[in-house]
């Protein structure tokens, strides 16, 4: 069936490098995708967006690629602070909207 | 049912009044979530359970939305004294814990 999946459950990253979340999807009709950040207690906040005429978008620190062809879309998080360590969900949204399992982002001192 | 539903699937309603919207959920998902979809645009967080307990509220917009899941299952988002921008489609998500989200079908809500 349809799905959008995460390759990594969990990832840490130290204190100011980048870092890569990534993420599959497989319906090719979806043309609209979405990365949300969810830390403890609280619920999915949109952090960007990106549509599928595009193959990549920048946010502030964050950066995200579209490879059709391969049907993976990546989130780069630039300098990462401790701020961001919540899990990372990505969601395509076509004719209906489909949330990935999460990425939880580990941020090492 | 096998997926989340939602109703009803269309609510016209003239402003000033009230609605409820009703999700029910994924038979044993332990959390359930509401978000407001604009025409074109991805859902946007309103607020979320985990079992009865609303973990976060910070989504809703204004005092005239409220939500409840008094047993831990259905779940209601009432909006009062609807206005004309309160118009969107609503939708109801539900998971286990921290997985994947699956969607309800929506309520797209008109307000005259």
């Known amino acids: 069936g349809e799905s959008v999946g995460l390759h990594l459950p969990t990832l840490s990253v130290q204190e100011g490098d980048n870092s890569i979340i990534n993420c599959a999807y497989s319906n090719s009709a979806s043309d609209y995708f979405i990365w949300y950040k969810q830390e403890s207690g609280k619920g999915p906040q949109f952090i960007i967006d990106?549509?599928?005429?595009?193959d990549k978008r920048q946010g502030q620190r964050v950066t995200v690629l579209l490879n059709k062809t391969v049907k993976h879309l990546s989130l780069q998080i630039a300098a990462t602070q401790p701020g961001d360590s919540a899990v990372y969900f990505c969601a395509e949204s076509g004719d209906k909207i489909i949330f990935g399992k999460g990425t939880r982002l580990h941020i090492l001192p | 049912g096998a997926g989340v539903s939602q109703s009803p699937r269309y609510k016209v309603t003239k402003r000033g009044q009230d609605v409820a919207l009703r999700c029910d959920p994924i038979s044993g998902h332990v959390s359930l979530y509401w978000y407001r979809q604009a025409l074109g645009q991805g859902p946007e967080f309103l607020t979320y359970?985990?079992?009865?307990?609303?973990?976060?509220k910070s989504g809703l917009p204004n005092d005239r939305f409220s939500a409840e899941r008094p047993e831990g299952s259905i779940s209601t988002l009432t909006i009062q004294r609807t206005e004309q921008r309160d118009s969107a489609m609503y939708r109801c998500?539900?998971?286990?814990?921290?997985?994947?989200?699956?969607f309800g079908p929506g309520t797209r809500l008109l307000v005259l």
């Open positions: 990106i549509r599928s005429n595009m």
């Open positions: 998500a539900s998971s286990s814990s921290l997985e994947t989200q699956y």
């Open positions: 359970f985990n079992y009865e307990a609303q973990q976060d």
